[in-house]
């Protein structure tokens, strides 16, 4: 990963340490964040963390995670947002090491749903592609960064003019979680 590639990257609820280096980018989530909207339950979740890029029109976004321990419940991902009641996410997500899932979250008008697959092992590292063509986006992961798989094909609301594009890395328990950026590829 170029750091000149992230000079128009902002943060969102900026995260406690990030440590730069040549290639990667080491990021340590806050304990008790998360991205999550739920009328029912009345829980009102914004605070994760997201480095994001604005733009418009289509695109296709490529991101590389590599992590440790990502239980429980611990997430890095990608994610689009349009703002706090419309957005969506897809993540690794697992509540203990026996039970890792690949899921997304689209959350429209402030209500988030969660749609996942089971793993076979929890995964060290993991690419996401997010790509928008007119009025549909596309999620996909890889755990080789060779074989794509399509999670979602999503409409998002309020997607007119710019939309917020980037990785997201949050951990709603009481600890807080590191993962390694290695990549982050726009065009």
């Known amino acids: ?12 609820n900026e995260p406690e340490n990030v440590i730069f280096s040549d ?9 008790l964040t998360d991205f999550w909207q739920s009328l029912h339950h009345q829980i009102k979740k914004d605070n994760g963390h997201f480095f994001y890029k604005k733009i418009s029109g289509n695109f296709s976004l490529l991101i590389k995670w590599r992590f440790e321990n990502a239980t429980p419940f611990k ?3 990608i994610m ?10 897809a993540s690794i997500l697992a509540k203990d090491e026996n039970s890792p899932e690949i899921g997304t979250c689209l959350t429209l008008s402030g209500h988030s749903d969660w749609a996942g697959t089971q793993l076979q092992n929890m995964p060290d590292k993991i ?16 755990l080789d960064g060779q074989k794509y798989i399509k999670l979602r094909q999503f ?28 990549e982050i590829d726009l065009s």
């Open 1 to 12: 990963m170029k750091l000149e590639n992230l000079i128009d990257f902002e943060w969102y």
């Open 23 to 31: 290639q990667e980018m080491k990021i340590v989530a806050k304990s």
């Open 75 to 77: 997430q890095c991902g």
């Open 80 to 89: 689009a947002r349009v703002d706090e009641r419309n957005w969506f996410k």
């Open 127 to 142: 690419f996401y592609k997010l790509e928008r063509r007119g009025d549909d986006f596309v999620c996909s992961y890889s």
């Open 155 to 182: 409409y998002l609301r309020g997607v007119e003019n710019e939309i917020k594009i980037g990785a997201y890395l949050a951990s709603p328990q009481n600890e807080p979680f590191d993962a390694v950026l290695d």
